[in-house]
């Protein structure tokens, strides 16, 4: 079972609320990323990191931010939640970049905004 | 426009039956194919990985089959238990990208009854 990490693991909050989301991993893994999934739909890449003081935005955009001071820790910040982002949130690390490398999930954080 | 496309949506059967899961891919280049099977309220856990060269590859009661020609690929489930009652997601990944792009494709979420 891969050693990552996140907390909490459900979290029902009032809009305008800020919220962070923890995402921690053991393995030493440069690459983190951060993925939002609806129920029944595909997974979709909202932030990824090469390492320490990078960060990227992916493929979907998203209203949160991240951040990345220690390898092992890679946040997801929402400043002001609204109930469109309510959805269950996916943190992932991988040794290496690209396809060839396997990516480890967390076990989500499901978030409901009121 | 890269995509993968999985069928059926959903199954149901009987335990200890065998099941054949399909994926569908557009991606171009392609580098690798996974899958993935994910356990309600988890992240999804990788169960194989195939390049273009390889045509089947197995995991215990897993067996993964590639056509690269057709861009095909399924997964077999062989004497169905209890706790393969899960999601299976198929994700494919590009190499023409520094990222090495993974295309999600929506799951077959499979029920196993007793």
């Known amino acids: 079972e891969a050693d990552i990490y996140q907390t909490p693991r459900y979290l029902v909050i009032g809009t305008g609320k800020k919220i962070t989301l923890e995402c921690s991993q053991t393995?030493?893994?440069?690459?983190m990323y951060w993925y939002q999934q609806d129920p029944g739909m595909e997974l979709h890449l909202i932030h990824y990191?090469?390492?320490?003081?990078?960060?990227e935005k992916g493929d979907l955009s998203s209203e949160s931010t991240v951040s990345r001071i220690r390898t092992e820790h890679f946040p997801l910040t929402l400043e002001s939640a609204r109930p469109s982002h309510t959805s269950q949130y996916l943190c992932?690390?991988?040794?290496?970049?690209?396809?060839?490398?396997?990516?480890?999930f967390g076990p989500g954080t499901r978030l409901t905004v009121t | 426009k890269n995509q993968v496309e999985q069928s059926p949506q959903s199954l149901i059967i009987l335990e200890g039956k065998n099941c054949t899961l399909q994926?569908?891919?557009?991606?171009?280049?392609?580098?690798?194919l996974r899958w993935y099977k994910q356990d309600t309220g988890r992240g999804p856990v990788s169960l194989t990985i195939?390049?273009?060269?390889?045509n089947t590859k197995s995991n215990g009661r897993y067996t993964a089959t590639l056509d690269a020609d057709t861009k095909q690929s399924s997964l077999h489930i062989t004497a169905s238990q209890l706790s393969d009652s899960a999601s299976y997601i198929c994700?494919?990944?590009?190499?023409?990208?520094?990222?090495?792009?993974?295309?999600f494709g929506r799951g077959t979420q499979l029920t196993v009854w007793p």
């Open positions: 393995m030493g893994h440069d690459k």
């Open positions: 195939m390049t273009f060269s390889e």
């Open positions: 990191s090469y390492g320490v003081n990078s960060t």
């Open positions: 994926c569908n891919y557009t991606v171009s280049p392609f580098s690798n």
């Open positions: 994700v494919v990944s590009d190499r023409g990208s520094t990222l090495g792009r993974l295309y």
């Open positions: 992932a690390s991988s040794e290496g970049q690209g396809g060839a490398y396997e990516q480890y």
